[in-house]
């Protein structure tokens, strides 16, 4: 290891970059499920860890912050989470978007754009009121898309921006109650197929008073979806649904 730690101290910051990315694709990260060999606890695995361990001590010393955010969006998924994992400090805005990226599999730079969106509320003209139906479906469907990134826009050990959220799910309200007042609620219903799983749970929360059972299908699938933000409030919405008589009880009624 004095070996180690006295060469990587003799090698050019360009040097330390291009064995890093070696390192990062021979380890992997659990973000490429590729090559899974690569994760068995060998003694080459041991070393090249010993290996990493030395070279990102002097990375942080010497390499310029452009180069280590240039690695947070590289093309690799293996290099860009081992710069987020290894170099967060250097960028934590970059470094989240890196791991958020790679959680939606979506660009770093993609990721950062959309976390900014949900974090720009929309805008004040026109006014829901004013808007055409389809507007109106666009509206809803953004909110309950930045409504979903703000699981990302939380700083410190809590992604989610849990104020941010509900500021979003206010807009979500006022949408839905604007639906309701035309009675065009059904406009919404396609949207109980959106890939986005918050999207979903909003349109079957609001369309489950005009089709309860696609609406009940569709927020028992989120509940069961293992996704942790949205799967405790599925459940909570048809607990109360249940209750209201807005949809039949779940479990056979002990007659």
């Not at 309950?144 to 809590?158: A, N, P, Q």
Request: aromatic share 6%.
């Amino acid at each position: 290891s004095e070996m180690s730690a006295r060469d990587v101290a003799d090698m050019a910051v360009a040097e330390l970059v291009d064995e890093f990315r070696l390192l990062a694709d021979e380890l992997g990260t659990p973000w490429d499920s590729r090559r899974p060999e690569r994760f068995e606890r060998t003694p080459e695995r041991a070393a090249r860890i010993a290996r990493m361990n030395a070279l990102t001590p002097e990375m942080r010393r010497r390499a310029p912050a452009a180069t280590i955010s240039a690695l947070m969006l590289d093309p690799d998924v293996d290099v860009r989470m081992w710069a987020a994992m290894r170099f967060g400090e250097f960028d934590r805005e970059l470094s989240n978007a890196a791991f958020a990226g790679a959680r939606e599999k979506v660009s770093p730079r993609e990721a950062l754009a959309l976390i900014e969106h949900a974090r720009t509320p929309p805008p004040v003209l026109p006014t829901l009121a004013q808007m055409s139906d389809d507007d109106l479906v666009a509206r809803f469907s953004d909110a309950c898309l930045r409504e979903f990134w703000t699981r990302h826009c939380g700083g410190g050990r809590i992604p989610l921006d849990i104020e941010l959220r509900n500021t979003i799910d206010d807009e979500v309200d006022e949408i839905v109650a604007e639906f309701r007042r035309r009675g065009t609620c059904d406009r919404l219903l396609p949207l109980l197929d959106s890939p986005n799983i918050t999207t979903r749970a909003e349109a079957a929360r609001a369309t489950v008073r005009i089709a309860p059972e696609r609406a009940a299908k569709a927020l028992e699938a989120v509940s069961k979806s293992g996704d942790s933000w949205e799967l405790g409030r599925a459940g909570q919405s048809l607990r109360s649904y249940e209750e209201e008589g807005v949809i039949p009880p779940r479990t056979p009624s002990q007659s």
